[in-house]
């Protein structure tokens, strides 16, 4: 998504996006799909198109049957990262 880097968000910019109580209480540290894709203002099936792709690698893993997302590695990957496989792969 994004490899301009006048997008790239400090871990600093990321936290302080969450400051306020409303935001913090809509988006808590651990999303669901659906937060996850409310958050990043796309719909879910995208979410779960990128997540089987790979692209999520590091900011997502499954408890149980469901997939969580970690709200400021997801914010950071996508916005600083952007949406590129894994490396590691």
């Not at 958050?39 to 149980?64: A, E, K, M, Y």
Request: net charge positive; aromatic share 6%; hydrophobic share 35%.
């Amino acid at each position: 998504m994004a490899n301009d880097p006048n997008l790239r968000l400090s871990d600093r910019e990321v936290a302080s996006m969450f400051a306020a109580d409303t935001d913090a209480q809509r988006y808590p540290p651990i999303l669901t799909l659906e937060e996850a894709a409310d958050l990043l203002r796309i719909p879910v099936g995208t979410v779960r198109d990128w997540r089987s792709r790979g692209l999520l690698d590091g900011c997502c893993t499954r408890v149980g049957k469901r997939v969580r997302f970690l709200r400021n590695r997801l914010v950071q990957h996508v916005f600083s990262r952007g949406l590129r496989p894994d490396e590691r792969r």
